[in-house]
């Protein structure tokens, strides 16, 4: 189940993508920058998880990104995955509350086994032509050293 955080990245707000609001062409691509920003960060973001090879993974998300803006229904999932990603970096050394609930519920979505659902992290991944279990065990990795203090 999707939690409030992952809602926000199902739903942006209109002006955030160039929606309704938008009243011209300008106006259009401006947001269109700002969507094609965000797809970098995002993408950024999870390349950070793999340190071995970052010549490599920059151009894999260099193609991730041009067939995400091409496939909106990837976009999304992309944005799904980039939620939890954040939800589990910026809350990872959470005790209690809200950031400890959102870490939770990403890590839970990153460990689960082979979810039925759509938005599963599983079929997620592979719909971005990601590995899950590479991406599931960097994302370990990751927590670890952070709370060992190392990273």
């Known amino acids: 189940m999707l939690h409030a955080a992952h809602r926000r990245a199902v739903a942006p707000a209109p002006n955030e993508i160039g929606g309704a609001t938008t009243k011209s062409k300008s106006n259009f691509n401006s947001n269109f920058s700002t969507v094609e ?3 970098t960060q995002v993408i950024d973001k999870i390349a950070s998880l793999f340190e071995r090879d970052p010549l490599a993974a920059a151009e894999y998300f ?3 990104r041009a067939r995400t803006l091409i496939e909106p229904e990837k976009k999304l999932m992309l944005a799904i995955l980039e939620d939890a990603v954040t939800c589990f ?3 990872v050394r959470a005790q209690s509350g809200k950031e ?3 870490f939770d519920e990403a890590e839970q979505w990153f460990l689960e086994g ?3 659902w759509i938005f599963s992290f599983r079929n997620v991944c592979e719909l971005l032509g990601l590995n899950p279990e590479y ?3 960097g994302l370990m990795r990751w927590k670890e ?3 060992a ?3």
Do not use: F, H, P, Y
Request: hydrophobic share 25%; glycine share 12%; net charge positive.
């Open 149 to 151: 203090g190392t990273a």
């Open 100 to 102: 400890k609930r959102l």
């Open 114 to 116: 082979r979810g039925e």
């Open 37 to 39: 920003r965000l797809n």
């Open 145 to 147: 050293k952070r709370l």
């Open 135 to 137: 991406l599931r065990g």
């Open 89 to 91: 970096q910026e809350n």
């Open 62 to 64: 260099n193609n991730l």
